[in-house]
């Protein structure tokens, strides 16, 4: 078997931070619904995960699109980043104009 060289340990410890990340926010996740399931009424805790659901599925718009790509650049200029939080910055605020028109609406 070949030694593993400096990058195969890099991928290996990304990897190994990756997986220990995806594990804590399950953790934390499964915790704290289990947790509010306990002290919220079901009809607050039922409004509370709708809410959060939204948010969730809002945060993947506002920065997916620029985590891989960033991430992968050899080079990265304050241009990018720069770039990635404007942009960010305006699909976040439609989401949330979108959010609160569209709640208006479903309260009523």
Known sequence: MPART?????VLGWLGWAGADAI???ALLTGGTALFSRLLSP?????????LTFVAVGAVFVGM???????????????HLQ?????????????MI??????WLLAR
């Open 6 to 10: 400096g990058k195969d340990k890099r």
């Open 98 to 103: 979108v959010s609160a028109a569209l709640g």
């Open 65 to 79: 699109p620029f985590e891989e790509a960033l991430a992968q650049r050899k080079r990265l200029r304050r241009l």
């Open 43 to 51: 009809r607050d805790f039922g409004v509370t995960a709708l809410a």
């Open 24 to 26: 804590g926010r399950l």
């Open 83 to 95: 770039a990635a939080l404007g942009v960010s910055c305006v699909v976040g605020g439609a989401v």
